[in-house]
């Protein structure tokens, strides 16, 4: 069955730099969600859409911004990229009717140098 | 502060017998609970949940069990095969009023099914 994907799957970036992550969700998935994981960590909820829209809001930094696109899939923006942006990125997909059965991607790993 | 929390960071079982990994919340806005298990450089594959209103879910060899009164769940695998050694993550979900609403994670517990 096809699965969430997520592109690229390993990024390095400089200081200060910029970044977009992109994914795809499951074929009839129409809601997106972002999370980040640190070295260690739990992953963290970043920020959902669905249909579009922005549909709630975690611990997203004002330096990020997402948006979902009419064919459903999404694109993290990052910028002015510090060391602690080093993470694993991942994307996870579900129906608006089970929001809460959420299908992950296998993350984009990025590294701020 | 960890809403969703693990308390076992890894847990060692023999192959054939029962692995339990433990979950306790805190949130009582969490209505539906899930359970998902990573491998190294993949992402969360989702397992097995629950919603409030219930106090167990069985789906083969796992089975989630609530307790609401102690905010707690707790994972059984039975029998445990090598295959389940992996990171288990407990996550929640507090749906307020629908829509797409973020899953808080546990930290995890890395569990080792030894041969």
């Known amino acids: 069955a096809a699965g969430v994907i997520q592109s690229p799957r390993h990024l390095i970036k400089e200081k200060r730099e910029t970044a977009t992550l992109k994914c795809y969700p499951i074929p009839r998935h129409d809601t997106v969600y972002w999370y980040q994981q640190g070295p260690g960590q739990d992953p963290q909820f970043l920020i959902s859409?669905?249909?579009?829209?922005?549909?709630d809001k975690g611990s997203i930094p004002d330096r990020f911004s997402a948006q979902q696109f009419s064919d459903y899939h999404s694109e993290l923006n990052m910028s002015s990229l510090e060391l602690g942006d080093s993470a694993l990125y991942f994307c996870?997909?579900?129906?608006?009717?089970?929001?809460?059965?959420?299908?992950f991607g296998p993350g984009t790993r990025l590294t701020v140098t | 502060d960890q809403q969703v929390k693990q308390n076992s960071p890894s847990l060692s079982v023999q192959e054939g017998r029962i692995s339990i990994l433990n979950c306790d919340y805190t949130n009582s806005m969490f209505d539906y609970f899930l359970w998902y298990k990573k491998y190294p450089a993949e992402g969360p594959t989702f397992l097995i949940s629950i919603s409030s209103i219930k106090d167990k879910n069985e789906d083969g060899r796992f089975t989630v069990f609530l307790n609401k009164s102690a905010k707690h769940l707790s994972l059984h695998i039975v029998p445990s095969q090598p295959g389940d050694s992996a990171v288990y993550f407990c996550a929640a979900s507090a749906n307020r009023g629908g829509g797409a609403d973020g899953l808080t994670f546990g930290k995890g517990t890395h569990l080792i099914i030894q041969p």
């Open positions: 996870a997909s579900s129906l608006a009717l089970s929001p809460d059965e959420q299908y």
């Open positions: 859409f669905y249909e579009k829209m922005q549909s």
